[in-house]
């Protein structure tokens, strides 16, 4: 695509306002891709769940992420409300001419209609929403290795082709001293180093058994590793589970750290080892060894971006029929990943 032949904009839009912590970083990827390519004559502005706009602003403080409530869940009516009056509202100041949906679903359209822009672009092919898009695919070569890719091509009209910018954690030292602090109040030593491990997950095919949890911790102890198991919301049954066995001297350090400090520990720890979630996502931006256990998810396409990220799943094959929701064979990709193959694996890098 010719320069020439860009859609020109002043003020862009890009609504992202999927509910995984791991989407919405690998999304800040493409995002900061596209902020990078700016003129001085124009802005860049995102709309994602007010949950995340910590996190947001904690790697990209440079560009406004614009909080609205796409959880539902236990958030006051009133509060919605007072969200979505402050985000119209901020939208319209920002006289936004263009828009990126990187969520492809109808909220998340409609916040792109409601803010006025008159082209919005996203890949997604959904037939009911395909008349109301203007999809980039059309125009460009789709070519994807990861889902970065996806999240990149709809930004495909206004800046031709654009690879992926690293996300890197910056270390704040206030932050550090928190962390610490939280840390020796938990138990956590000095003397050792520290494995994290954060054995939950968003969906519950991504769960490694709690009972491979303890048999690998038990073969970390014995060569004198501390293991702080982390974890919030539903993580809360996968952390109880792991600890019922009574012989483990894991630290539980579940629900003591919010999403930044949890990021910080990246840079005070060994490694880190989690399944396909969040957290592996997060710390894969610190200088911190990651560790992701994957089963039926595809590894090629959800796992973190960095050099300092190694996958770890079973040499099972799926069947074709198998689907994340209706596996033949139980998950036997989790299943048949012994805690002795995962220990291994940790030894090897």
């Given at each position: 695509?010719s320069?020439?032949s860009r859609?020109e ?15 919405l970083l690998?999304?800040?990827y493409?995002?900061q891709a ?16 007010y949950?995340f ?10 560009i406004e992420f614009?909080p ?9 009516l ?7 009056f ?8 920002l006289?936004i ?5 990187l969520?492809g679903?109808?909220e ?9 822009a008159?082209?919005?672009s ?12 203007n ?10 290795k990861?889902?970065?890719?996806f999240y990149?091509h709809?930004?495909?009209?206004f800046?031709?082709?654009l690879?992926p ?12 001293l928190k962390v610490?602090?939280?840390?020796k109040?938990?138990?956590?030593s000095?003397?050792k ?18 009972n491979y949890?303890?048999q690998l ?6 060569t004198?590793k501390?293991v702080?198991?982390?974890?919030s919301?539903?993580d809360k049954?996968e952390v109880?589970a792991?600890?019922e ?5 894991a ?5 003591k750290?919010?999403?930044i400090?949890?990021?910080h ?6 490694l880190?080892?989690?399944?396909d ?7 894969a ?5 990651v560790y992701?256990?994957?089963?039926p ?6 796992s ?8 770890i799943?079973s040499?099972t094959?799926?069947l074709s ?6 596996c ?5 990709c989790?299943?048949?990943l012994s805690a ?10």
């Open positions: 695509m320069a020439a859609q904009f002043s003020n862009l839009l890009v609504v992202m306002t999927d509910r995984h912590i791991g989407n690998v999304s800040l493409a995002i596209a902020q990078q390519k700016l003129t001085a004559n124009q802005t860049l502005t995102c709309v994602i769940d949950h706009l910590p996190l947001a602003n904690y790697f990209m403080p440079e614009i609205f409530n796409v959880r539902g869940g236990k958030t006051s009133w509060k919605k409300i007072k969200l979505f402050k985000m119209i509202i901020r939208l319209r100041q006289k001419d263009a828009a990126v949906d969520y679903h109808g998340s359209l409609k916040i792109a209609q409601l803010s006025g008159k082209f919005i996203a890949f997604y092919r959904r037939p009911k929403l395909k008349k109301k898009y999809w980039c695919d059309k125009d460009s070569p789709l070519s994807v990861h889902q970065v890719d990149l709809p930004f495909y009209p800046f031709g082709q690879e910018v690293g996300l890197t954690a910056p270390r704040i030292v206030d932050i550090d610490k602090k939280k840390l109040e938990l138990g956590v000095d003397a180093p520290l494995i994290i491990i954060h054995p939950g997950a968003g969906k519950n095919y991504k769960l490694w058994p709690s949890w303890q911790i038990v073969m970390l102890e014995k004198q501390q702080l198991l982390i974890g919301g539903n049954a109880d792991i600890l066995d009574k012989s483990l001297s630290i539980n350090g579940f629900g750290l919010n999403l400090e949890t990021i520990l990246g840079f005070i720890s060994e880190m080892i989690g399944n979630s969040g957290p592996t996502h997060m710390l931006t610190t200088p911190s060894k992701s256990l994957f089963g998810t595809d590894h090629i396409l959800w973190p971006l960095s050099d300092n990220s190694h996958i799943r040499d094959i799926c029929e198998c689907s994340k929701q209706a033949a064979r139980e998950m036997s989790l299943q048949t002795e193959t995962v220990y291994n694996a940790l030894i090897k890098y």
